[in-house]
């Protein structure tokens, strides 16, 4: 009887012990798309795009999101209103004939200064065809009663009277994620005009940020709009890469900001190997 | 004379008195160079002799000593591990600080919280602090060196750049998605799996091992998402469905701290495809709760969070480790020996009856 019991105990202590840890993942097909040479662009993996409802955790509905945020910097935000995506709650996509991709997302949006949220229905379309085409956005934001209204039209006047000494600030203005307060509305528009750019060079494989202000000066100017020159280094976090964009723009309270002249930096740092310092 | 006496003694008794109340102080809510971070790390063995040693586990490109703290109690039991390593990309200054606080944060409650001091009896934690440490002095640089992601190391002779992107390096399916084999790339995986010292020094350390570990979180930013492996789309975890249970825990536990809404899923659906990183080869080698962090924010300050977010990302991450900690201890320890019990004292009972009658 005693031996019986010994057995089943061993039996069972073995059942609840450490369980199986398997190990190799399912032998695959080999993956033939995967040619060691070749420089895979997100594009050739995903052929079969996501269609119909899309899962709002999954990237296709949070790239798209992202587009819309940009889109909407560049419509409504001004130095004292920064708009971000706050929650995709639901989206679709599907083919269009030949001609593209739209999609359709309802998500909520959070003005970052004040951190008020709304909802947000909007639609895209990404054209198809040869070279960077930007994509369509459709989208509306309610501008609630803020006092950012007030603050740009002060702050414009007192950019206005006093070209203030911007050259060569770096913002965020330390390596640390430091900006000084009086900083902030300057690293909002640099913010902005690069919203442009990330908006026109988006598609369904970029995510977009903005890593660095990394220069903005305000020009003199005889219009009545501020004009300013900036350095942005963008990030995109799909390759990874940070990309350097130099902006001439100009903002006015009543005609927001608008990108007058932009160029792509070549990044000359990286290619040169140089005598390594310790 | 005697003047020039007394100032030096009072100049002697402040000096020691400062290095006395800077040694107290490490700021935790401060980005600190690597020297700083070295200094610390011995710091916390002289302070915690019992339960702290150092571990040098290999040596970077420009010959650097990589090092991890190993922090446990001594039982002189055989032990099991969770490993944590952070600052594989170097720009992502905020992991290297969740590292230090999560050092602390360990260090002072076990001694007043029994379930952390359980876990330091039955486990070891192995963390590394920085992993990439010549990439991390080099955005330690100047302000263009700042966004530099990869190791230091040359790469092929015709290459013009410098650095292989140390999260494509592993012997993960290696070469295959995610990766350019431009060599100035950001995301480069190296001329082949573990070429770069940096990886190579975690598979021989981990690799020796590999059974002693339950966990092994890498820790990153920017995203505010924890990713499950793998990064491959053709290949499921064969324990996918507990990784999203537990990872999802984490988030859960993540947003109760400061309401912050953290991602969680497979690097190809929340993401992007890749391969070659710690997590996948980690789980590939049998390690059954392997997670990839990564912090915040979701992109205002990208990479350059301002210290004042330091503390409260510090705070969630925590939780969020530590739900995905307790979980893998409890399954190995507390469950076991919970369900071993239950089990014999009911056999022991049903003898008991059995025993009785036959009697």
């Given at each position: 009887?005693?031996?019986?019991?010994?057995?089943?105990?061993?039996?069972?202590?073995?059942?609840?012990?450490?369980?199986?840890?398997?190990?190799?993942?399912?032998?695959?097909?080999?993956?033939?798309?995967?040619?060691?040479?070749?420089?895979?662009?997100?594009?050739?993996?995903?052929?079969?795009?996501?269609?119909?409802?899309?899962?709002?955790?999954?990237?296709?509905?949070?790239?798209?999101?992202?587009?819309?945020?940009?889109?909407?910097?560049?419509?409504?935000?001004?130095?004292?209103?920064?708009?971000?995506?706050?929650?995709?709650?639901?989206?679709?996509?599907?083919?269009?004939?030949?001609?593209?991709?739209?999609?359709?997302?309802?998500?909520?949006?959070?003005?970052?200064?004040?951190?008020?949220?709304?909802?947000?229905?909007?639609?895209?379309?990404?054209?198809?065809?040869?070279?960077?085409?930007?994509?369509?956005?459709?989208?509306?934001?309610?501008?609630?009663?803020?006092?950012?209204?007030?603050?740009?039209?002060?702050?414009?006047?007192?950019?206005?009277?006093?070209?203030?000494?911007?050259?060569?600030?770096?913002?965020?203005?330390?390596?640390?994620?430091?900006?000084?307060?009086?900083?902030?509305?300057?690293?909002?528009?640099?913010?902005?005009?690069?919203?442009?750019?990330?908006?026109?060079?988006?598609?369904?494989?970029?995510?977009?940020?903005?890593?660095?202000?990394?220069?903005?000066?305000?020009?003199?100017?005889?219009?009545?709009?501020?004009?300013?020159?900036?350095?942005?280094?963008?990030?995109?976090?799909?390759?990874?890469?940070?990309?350097?964009?130099?902006?001439?723009?100009?903002?006015?309270?009543?005609?927001?900001?608008?990108?007058?002249?932009?160029?792509?930096?070549?990044?000359?740092?990286?290619?040169?190997?140089?005598?390594?310092?310790? | 004379?005697?003047?020039?006496?007394?100032?030096?003694?009072?100049?002697?008794?402040?000096?020691?008195?400062?290095?006395?109340?800077?040694?107290?102080?490490?700021?935790?809510?401060?980005?600190?160079?690597?020297?700083?971070?070295?200094?610390?790390?011995?710091?916390?063995?002289?302070?915690?002799?019992?339960?702290?040693?150092?571990?040098?586990?290999?040596?970077?490109?420009?010959?650097?000593?990589?090092?991890?703290?190993?922090?446990?109690?001594?039982?002189?039991?055989?032990?099991?591990?969770?490993?944590?390593?952070?600052?594989?990309h170097a720009?992502?200054?905020?992991?290297?600080?969740?590292?230090?606080?999560?050092?602390?944060?360990?260090?002072?409650?076990?001694?007043?919280?029994?379930?952390?001091?359980?876990?330091?009896?039955?486990?070891?934690?192995?963390?590394?602090?920085?992993?990439n440490i010549d990439g991390y002095i080099y955005t330690?640089?100047?302000?263009?060196?700042?966004?530099w992601r990869k190791n230091r190391?040359?790469?092929?002779?015709?290459?013009?750049?410098?650095?292989?992107?140390?999260?494509?390096?592993?012997?993960?399916?290696?070469?295959?998605?995610?990766?350019?084999?431009?060599?100035?790339?950001?995301?480069?995986?190296?001329?082949?799996?573990?070429?770069?010292?940096?990886?190579?020094?975690?598979?021989?350390?981990?690799?020796?091992?590999?059974?002693?570990?339950?966990?092994?979180?890498?820790?990153?930013?920017?995203?505010?998402?924890?990713?499950?492996?793998?990064?491959?789309?053709?290949?499921?975890?064969?324990?996918?469905?507990?990784?999203?249970?537990?990872?999802?825990?984490?988030?859960?536990?993540?947003?109760?701290?400061?309401?912050?809404?953290?991602?969680?899923?497979?690097?190809?659906?929340?993401?992007?495809?890749?391969?070659?990183?710690?997590?996948?080869?980690?789980?590939?080698?049998?390690?059954?709760?392997?997670?990839?962090?990564?912090?915040?924010?979701?992109?205002?300050?990208?990479?350059?969070?301002?210290?004042?977010?330091?503390?409260?990302?510090?705070?969630?991450?925590?939780?969020?480790?530590?739900?995905?900690?307790?979980?893998?201890?409890?399954?190995?320890?507390?469950?076991?020996?919970?369900?071993?019990?239950?089990?014999?004292?009911?056999?022991?009972?049903?003898?008991?009856?059995?025993?009785?009658?036959?009697?």
């Open positions: 009887e005693i031996m019986r019991l010994v057995v089943v105990l061993a039996v069972l202590m073995g059942v609840s012990g450490i369980p199986d840890v398997t190990i190799s993942p399912p032998t695959a097909s080999a993956d033939t798309s995967a040619h060691p040479n070749s420089i895979p662009e997100t594009g050739a993996e995903e052929d079969v795009m996501a269609t119909g409802e899309l899962n709002p955790n999954h990237y296709p509905a949070r790239r798209a999101a992202q587009v819309v945020q940009h889109y909407l910097n560049t419509r409504y935000g001004s130095p004292f209103r920064l708009i971000g995506v706050q929650t995709v709650h639901s989206g679709n996509a599907e083919d269009v004939a030949d001609s593209g991709r739209k999609y359709q997302l309802e998500l909520s949006v959070n003005d970052i200064i004040t951190n008020t949220t709304q909802t947000c229905s909007a639609e895209l379309f990404f054209p198809k065809g040869k070279g960077q085409q930007p994509p369509e956005v459709k989208a509306l934001y309610q501008k609630y009663k803020t006092n950012q209204t007030l603050m740009s039209s002060d702050f414009a006047q007192q950019l206005r009277s006093d070209i203030s000494t911007l050259s060569n600030s770096k913002l965020p203005s330390d390596s640390h994620g430091h900006i000084e307060p009086d900083m902030k509305p300057f690293w909002h528009l640099g913010i902005l005009a690069s919203s442009f750019i990330m908006l026109n060079e988006s598609t369904e494989n970029t995510l977009y940020n903005v890593a660095q202000v990394a220069n903005i000066t305000q020009l003199t100017t005889e219009e009545d709009h501020l004009e300013f020159d900036c350095h942005t280094l963008l990030h995109e976090m799909v390759s990874q890469e940070i990309i350097h964009w130099k902006m001439l723009f100009t903002w006015s309270p009543a005609e927001g900001v608008k990108v007058v002249q932009m160029k792509r930096l070549p990044h000359r740092h990286e290619r040169e190997k140089s005598p390594k310092t310790n | 004379m005697l003047d020039c006496v007394g100032m030096s003694f009072v100049l002697l008794l402040s000096a020691v008195g400062a290095a006395t109340v800077e040694r107290a102080q490490y700021d935790y809510y401060k980005y600190h160079p690597m020297s700083e971070i070295t200094s610390w790390m011995e710091q916390m063995v002289k302070d915690h002799p019992d339960v702290v040693t150092v571990v040098k586990y290999g040596k970077t490109y420009e010959s650097r000593d990589i090092s991890l703290l190993k922090i446990g109690l001594n039982t002189g039991k055989e032990k099991k591990a969770i490993w944590m390593d952070c600052g594989i720009r992502e200054w905020i992991a290297p600080a969740f590292c230090q606080y999560f050092v602390r944060e360990i260090l002072q409650t076990y001694k007043t919280d029994a379930k952390m001091e359980e876990m330091m009896k039955n486990v070891d934690f192995y963390v590394t602090p920085v992993l330690w640089e100047n302000k263009t060196t700042r966004l190391s040359p790469g092929p002779e015709d290459c013009s750049c410098y650095g292989t992107d140390l999260n494509r390096n592993f012997d993960a399916n290696w070469g295959t998605v995610g990766v350019s084999f431009d060599c100035c790339s950001n995301t480069y995986p190296g001329t082949k799996p573990a070429s770069e010292p940096e990886a190579k020094a975690v598979t021989d350390f981990v690799g020796s091992q590999k059974d002693i570990f339950l966990c092994f979180l890498t820790i990153h930013s920017y995203g505010q998402l924890i990713l499950v492996p793998y990064g491959h789309p053709n290949y499921t975890a064969p324990n996918y469905n507990e990784l999203m249970m537990v990872g999802k825990g984490a988030a859960e536990a993540i947003w109760k701290v400061h309401g912050m809404n953290y991602t969680v899923g497979a690097s190809p659906d929340v993401l992007y495809a890749n391969s070659g990183s710690s997590r996948d080869w980690a789980r590939m080698q049998g390690i059954p709760l392997t997670f990839t962090f990564e912090l915040r924010d979701n992109g205002t300050y990208s990479f350059e969070l301002p210290e004042d977010q330091i503390q409260p990302t510090c705070e969630e991450a925590y939780s969020g480790a530590l739900h995905i900690i307790t979980y893998a201890h409890d399954k190995t320890f507390s469950g076991a020996v919970a369900n071993a019990a239950v089990t014999l004292w009911s056999i022991l009972l049903a003898a008991g009856v059995t025993g009785a009658t036959l009697m």
